[in-house]
């Protein structure tokens, strides 16, 4: 069974958390460019969180679903409706065979994910189903998604444990909707000492505004130019990670993204710490951007909150859930169940099938139950 694409938007790729060990190949990670996003649609479906789902760009997909299955959307924040009703993003949602999911532009943000029960079954390249475009390789056929292409998923999982306590709270690490300048921690790169003083405070203290220009391989921001001690940027080319900061001779900022290339002769600045790359990847055009030094050792200690959380979010979702839809899910069940049953005629099975009968099941809450 699969789920049928109608309409791509512009970019729609399939993507994991990336494929490591082959950049001595001249091969980047590639994977989700906001992580964070990507894992905690995973979570919200009882996924691993490396499991394979759908990354869109601006403008979401419109998908139908030839099979039942369960999904949730995270990342930029979108209008999505399933047959037309609205779609809470950040929540696991049941979805029947022949229902068709609609997800409109990014409002706030760049980049979506929609993460299926099961996960995306496409053959692993290298280990890995992320998709690189400019490499045809990986997710499916090695390119973006086109209308009528189908995609298998992982079995046809139509429930899962605890369904309506796979929620996440508003998320508010995006600041989506928050004037005013996002700061980005950054770990300073192995060029530092080839920019002069000014150069260095002008990165640290000056506002950049983000471009709309930036895609999968780079950044962009423009901003004052930041000078180099001998007024070049050329250096020996050495290794580019996901978040290296880059300033070519032009003195504007170049932030290497998921598809980067893997090596370089510009100078680097600056790394940015890995927490904090979704914060980036998200802002769009115009938006304002200011970085902050810290070690490494701090960003690795944010790296560790960070799993930490995603440990906590994880439990918390298998703890038992009685809000109110949890209840008015065994209502409705239960409403399908005495509609396929023939109504007694006499006795005591008539005398209940009365009492139930002027209940709206679809709307039962807890209190419901109990009064009948």
């Given at each position: ?42 979570i919200?479906?009882?996924n ?85 475009v ?9 390119r ?6 189908e ?19 508003r ?77 070519p ?55 560790r ?48 099938a ?19």
């Open positions: 069974m699969s789920i049928s694409i109608l309409n791509p938007g512009p970019s729609t790729t399939v993507q994991d958390l990336g494929r490591f060990g082959n950049t001595v190949w001249g091969l980047a990670h590639s994977g989700a460019m906001d992580r964070r996003a990507a894992t905690i649609a995973n919200l479906v009882d691993q969180e490396n499991a394979a789902l759908l990354e869109y760009t601006k403008l979401g997909p419109a998908i139908r679903f030839n099979q039942n299955a369960v999904f949730a959307i995270t990342g930029a924040r979108s209008q999505a409706t399933l047959d037309g009703e609205p779609v809470q993003g950040y929540r696991a949602v049941r979805a029947r065979a022949g229902q068709t999911l609609s997800i409109g532009y990014c409002q706030q943000g760049l980049y979506g994910y929609i993460a299926f029960a099961g996960g995306v079954d496409v053959p692993l390249v290298l280990g890995s189903a992320s998709t690189h400019a490499a045809h390789i990986g997710g499916f056929n090695g973006a998604l086109a209308e009528g292409d995609l298998e998923l992982k079995g046809e999982i139509s429930d899962i444990p605890n369904l309506y306590g796979h929620f996440m709270e998320d508010n690490y995006y600041n989506f909707g928050t004037p005013g300048v996002t700061f980005i921690r950054v770990v300073p790169g192995p060029h530092e000492h080839l920019f002069d003083a000014a150069g260095v405070q002008a990165f640290y203290n000056k506002v950049f505004v983000a471009t709309g220009k930036s895609d999968r391989t780079s950044y962009y921001l423009n901003g004052q130019g930041i000078a180099t001690k001998g007024d070049t940027s050329d250096v020996l080319s050495d290794g580019v990670a996901f978040g290296s900061i880059q300033v001779s032009r003195g504007r900022p170049i932030i290497a993204m998921a598809d980067r290339h893997t090596t370089s002769g510009v100078t680097k600045i600056g790394t940015l710490a890995s927490v904090d790359l979704p914060l980036l990847v998200q802002r769009q055009a115009n938006d304002l951007i200011r970085f902050r030094r810290i070690s490494v050792y701090e960003a690795q200690d944010l790296l909150q960070q799993r930490a959380f995603m440990d906590k979010l994880r439990r918390g979702m298998r703890r038992p859930y009685l809000g109110e839809e949890a209840t008015r899910e065994p209502a409705r069940r239960i409403a399908e169940l005495l509609t396929e049953q023939p109504v007694p005629k006499e006795g005591k099975s008539k005398m209940l009365s009492m139930f009968r002027n209940v709206d099941w679809a709307q039962a809450t807890q209190g419901d139950l109990f009064r009948h």
